[in-house]
């Protein structure tokens, strides 16, 4: 158990259809990432915050969307879906910047 | 942007054979760090390079930091079934963000 959560683990939803995952970090750390895993593209960094503030975009679409909460839980939404945005959602969190980051155990997105 | 080349993708070993992977970066990083994610299962931290040359070593595996800091490589001695799963290198450039980019991967397969 690495103490990220990521809720919820499964989730089924229609094209055009709005999600938010949810992510809780490991007690302690300020920094959150959120990683995109699908069969054919790997580890696709998305988004990166520190201590509430963004510090790094990746590969994000426009339709897509997060932030880090006062309390340092993260959200990310996924709107208007499309059915390659199926994929798993891997939430990370580390001490700081520069650490090693720990990875919750992903939300499995399947888009019908 | 930064990318994070690894080969092979793809490699089948017999139990007992050695099983080496390469990470190339197209840029300098400040430091490489290697996950493994088990069939199923989510990337789970291995271990981390951060001197230029630098060698590092848990139990069977042998993990290598280039001179110019922009290549690694990870070498399993004897594999063992227990070592099936995909080895990903993540770099580190410098600067504010830190982005960690995650290399392709390589998924080993081991036959008994």
């Known amino acids: 158990d690495s103490g990220v959560t990521q809720t919820p683990k499964h989730l089924i939803t229609a094209t055009g259809q709005r999600v938010t995952l949810r992510c809780s970090p490991r007690s302690g750390d300020l920094s959150v990432y959120w990683y995109q895993q699908s069969l054919d593209q790997g580890l696709q960094f998305l988004i990166q915050y520190y201590n509430g503030e963004e510090r790094a975009k990746g590969n994000i679409l426009e339709r897509f969307s997060a932030q880090q909460f006062p309390d340092l839980h993260s959200e990310l939404n996924l709107s208007s879906l499309e059915l390659g945005d199926s994929a798993l959602y891997f939430c990370?969190?580390?001490?700081?910047?520069?650490?090693?980051?720990?990875f919750g155990e992903g939300s499995w997105l399947t888009v019908v | 942007g930064q990318q994070v080349m690894q080969i092979p993708q793809y490699q089948h070993v017999q139990e007992g054979e050695d099983f080496t992977t390469y990470c190339n970066s197209s840029t300098t990083l400040s430091n490489i760090q290697w996950y493994k994610q088990r069939p199923g299962g989510h990337p789970v931290f291995l271990i981390q390079l951060v001197k230029s040359g630098e060698v590092k070593k848990q139990k069977r595996l042998t993990f290598q930091f280039g001179e110019a800091k922009k290549n690694s490589s990870l070498h399993i001695t004897a594999t063992q079934t227990t070592d099936v799963g995909t080895y990903f290198c993540a770099g580190q450039g410098g600067g504010a963000t830190n982005k960690l980019i995650f290399g392709t991967g390589t998924l080993l397969a081991v036959q008994p």
């Open positions: 990370a969190s580390s001490r700081s910047l520069g650490n090693t980051i720990y």
